[in-house]
């Protein structure tokens, strides 16, 4: 499913942020990725759907060799791995509805299948009765609860979450772990960066601790491991 | 592409229109303003230039024609004159029509000469006319050569400053028009620019959704040439019926001065088709160019 062979990442201003990741997720799994801040976590998400790329190694996803593709082929991919962002990075100007809608618009699905299949997703968030709300109208968990139905509304393999809960209030929070769980529990893969140490805690799954640009942890059903 | 989505960019497109209000009143703002200086000073210049035609092809040659000439004499030299590659057309003027032109166009002092049309002092004459008025001058001095021409007068030193004067003024209302529009340009694609900077969030969002450049690139493609179309409108109104009006109002004035402006139809519609063009084209290019930057996620 994915996997990351020897992957280095240098910045252009000279900051290491990965040096030499190997790692190996199976389809269908649940995995934390922790750490302090600036050890490396988000690069290491990032690197999954090409926002950042690798210096130097090779990361396979659903079969595909991100060192290998074309500029031209990064939305193909980008379309078959559901992104979470910390900012929710909604499109402001388009209601609730437009924003998870906008997904399938570019695979340009048809408008009858988006409108069910959005309606579809709105409801596993329970957002149903705010489609026609606009961002700015919604509180934090909820326009978190809209990137989310954005990120699996083409029901990709797998879904990224670069500390998805980081900007929420820790009752939010719950709630977005359980549409999380819930997505899991449907097969799709869940790779998610994550400071929350209280979550990691109590849904045990598997973790990868990741300091310096090296992964120092990895272990089923693991603890966050950190006093923060 | 699908139909469909092509239908999707257009619906999106003034969606955005829509809800970008304040960005989008003031895209078109510049548009307007700038079309409506483009339009007025194109109105004006083209009749100047109209204007600089008419007294340039008002310029003609008169080769008076020597008294000794028989019959046969004056015909042989008019098939010579013709001959020249650069006449248009001859046509032959006797001294006694001379003469009375000569009167009325002094008017009240002409009465003087009245007395001479017994002993009339002209000669007959042909009148020529040259194909571009430019070529006046070569043409007369070639004239001057054949027999039996006594002298010939086309006004020389006037012509030649005419045609100067007519010459420079053409070129600087060139050089105007041009900044004109290059400044319109520039201004445009600026305040549109700065509309896309204010969004450049959303297009880095598309793009980390899945949107092709393509994809992200239409609706702002039309939206920029909307953009330009609708600024376009009021100069166009403004043109019509502005210069309607001036012509209805002006034109007999100008006429006792023998000025002549130029008809509001086909004028009109041609500068309405002109500065929607315009308006259009710089609307995609200042769009457009902006987008691409963004487009590098």
């Known amino acids: 499913m994915i996997e990351m062979i020897d992957v280095w990442k240098t910045y252009p201003n000279g900051v290491m942020a990965l040096n030499g990741i190997d790692v190996y997720i199976d389809k269908g799994e649940f995995v934390y990725v922790v750490g302090p801040s600036g050890a490396g976590k988000s690069t290491f998400v990032k690197c999954m759907y090409r926002e950042e790329k690798p210096t130097k190694g090779t990361i396979m996803i659903n079969g595909t060799n991100l060192s290998k593709i074309k500029e031209r082929q990064i939305p193909k991919l980008r379309r078959k791995i559901g992104v979470v962002f910390q900012d929710f990075k909604l499109l402001p100007k388009l209601t609730v509805y437009e924003n998870v809608a906008f997904a399938l618009e570019v695979i340009e699905e048809s408008p009858k299948a988006i409108r069910q299949r959005v309606m579809e997703v709105l409801d596993l968030v329970h957002l149903k009765n705010k489609a026609r709300f606009f961002p700015d109208e919604l509180s934090g968990g909820e326009q978190q609860r809209v990137s989310i139905a954005r990120s699996i509304v083409n029901t990709p393999p797998v879904v990224i979450a670069d500390e998805p809960t980081g900007n929420l209030d820790p009752e939010t929070a719950w709630g977005i772990m359980d549409i999380f769980q819930e997505i899991n529990s449907r097969g799709t893969t869940v790779v998610m960066a994550t400071h929350n140490k209280e979550i990691v805690n109590t849904f045990k799954k598997r973790v990868i601790a990741i300091e310096g640009g090296r992964i120092v942890r990895d272990e089923q059903k693991g603890d966050y491991g950190y006093e923060d | ?297």
């Open chain 2, 1 to 297: 592409m699908k139909i469909r989505t092509l239908k999707r960019h257009g619906a999106e497109a003034f969606k955005s229109l829509g809800r970008n209000g304040w960005m989008t009143f003031a895209s078109i703002s510049a548009v307007t303003v700038t079309l409506l200086l483009v339009g007025v000073f194109l109105t004006v210049l083209l009749n100047l230039n109209n204007l600089a035609h008419h007294i340039e092809n008002d310029v003609e040659i008169r080769a008076y024609i020597d008294r000794t000439a028989k019959q046969d004499n004056v015909d042989q030299l008019r098939a010579q004159i013709e001959q020249i590659p650069k006449v248009k057309e001859v046509t032959f003027l006797t001294k006694e029509e001379g003469l009375k032109q000569l009167i009325k166009d002094l008017g009240d002092q002409g009465k003087a000469f009245s007395s001479l049309e017994k002993e009339n002092p002209l000669r007959d004459a042909y009148i020529i006319k040259t194909k571009r008025p430019q070529d006046t001058v070569i043409v007369a001095k070639e004239v001057e050569k054949l027999n039996y021409v006594k002298n010939v007068n086309y006004g020389k030193g006037t012509v030649e400053k005419l045609f100067k004067v007519t010459k420079v003024s053409r070129n600087i209302g060139m050089v105007l028009i041009l900044g004109l529009i290059f400044t319109a340009m520039f201004l445009i694609a600026n305040t549109i620019k700065l509309t896309i900077i204010s969004r450049r969030r959303e297009i880095e969002i598309m793009k980390l959704v899945g949107a092709t450049n393509g994809f992200i690139r239409w609706p702002f493609f039309i939206e920029g040439f909307a953009l330009g179309v609708f600024g376009a409108v009021i100069p166009v109104l403004v043109i019509v019926f502005g210069y309607q009006f001036v012509y209805d109002s002006v034109s007999p004035k100008l006429a006792t001065m023998f000025i002549k402006l130029i008809p509001t139809y086909p004028l009109v519609l041609e500068l309405s088709l002109l500065l929607i063009l315009i308006g259009g084209v710089i609307g995609v290019w200042g769009s457009l160019t902006s987008v691409r930057k963004f487009l590098k996620v």
